[in-house]
């Protein structure tokens, strides 16, 4: 546990009670400095490459089940090519779900376009 220079009563009792290792702030940074990248060559640096690996397939299926889609979507619509869109076209929201993030940004952004005025 990292013990800073400003810990309270309750945390320094609750690590002495525990028996809890314990480094402070700088010992904390001088780890990180030591550590080799990306979990080095040991048994965890094999699965943070694994983790990373994998993460990055299921981005690159997702894209590719995503285009597929749009593939499919412009055959039925007649829309252009999909080769031929912008990627901000490509995969722009169709629907209030696809919208993700700050959830009263997005409040805010349904408030705007409900409260648009098309003469």
């Keep these: 546990m990292v013990l800073g220079n400003d810990a309270g009563p309750k945390k320094i009792e609750t690590i002495r009670k525990n028996n809890i290792p314990t480094i402070n702030e700088d010992g904390l940074l001088q780890l990180i400095r030591t550590l080799p990248a990306h979990g080095g060559s040991g048994k ?24 597929k889609q749009a593939k499919e979507q412009a055959k039925v619509a007649g829309a252009p090519a999909v080769e031929s869109q912008l990627w901000t076209e490509r995969y722009a929201p169709t629907t209030m779900k696809d919208i993700i993030g700050n959830k009263s940004l997005v409040e805010k952004l349904q408030r705007w376009l409900r409260d648009w005025y098309v003469p």
């Design 44 to 67: 965890v640096g094999q699965q943070a490459a694994a983790k990373k690996e994998a993460e990055k397939k299921k981005m690159v299926d997702l894209a590719k089940e995503m285009e």
